[in-house]
C-alpha cells in the first residue's frame, strides 16, 4: 500500500458491500413475490405451494453462489491489483 492513496482499498470494499447489499435486496423483493400469496387469493394447490417455495430456494441459492464468485473475484482480482 505504499505509494498510493490510502482510502482506495476502502472504497473498493465500499464497492463490494453496496453491490452485495443491492442483490441482497434484490432477491429479497424475489423472494418475497414467490414465497407470499397475492392479496385475496386463497390457498391453491398443494403443487403449486412447494413449487413457489422450492423457486424461491434456488433463488436464494443462486444468491449465494453470485455472492460467493464476485467475492472471490473482487478480493483476489480487483483488490490486489489495487497498488
Known amino acids: 500500500m505504499q505509494g498510493d492513496k490510502p482510502g482506495v ?4 470494499l465500499i464497492i463490494l458491500l453496496t453491490i452485495i447489499w443491492a442483490l441482497f435486496l434484490g432477491v ?3 423472494l418475497s413475490v414467490l414465497i407470499t400469496l397475492p392479496e385475496g387469493q386463497v390457498a391453491g394447490d398443494m403443487f403449486m405451494s412447494a413449487a413457489r417455495v422450492f423457486v424461491g ?9 453470485v455472492w460467493e464468485r464476485l467475492t472471490e473475484f ?10
Do not use: D, G, Q
Open 9 to 12: 482499498k476502502i472504497f473498493m
Open 28 to 30: 429479497s423483493v424475489i
Open 57 to 65: 430456494l434456488f433463488a436464494f441459492a443462486v444468491w449465494v453462489f
Open 74 to 83: 473482487w478480493l483476489y482480482r480487483i483488490m490486489l491489483r489495487v497498488e
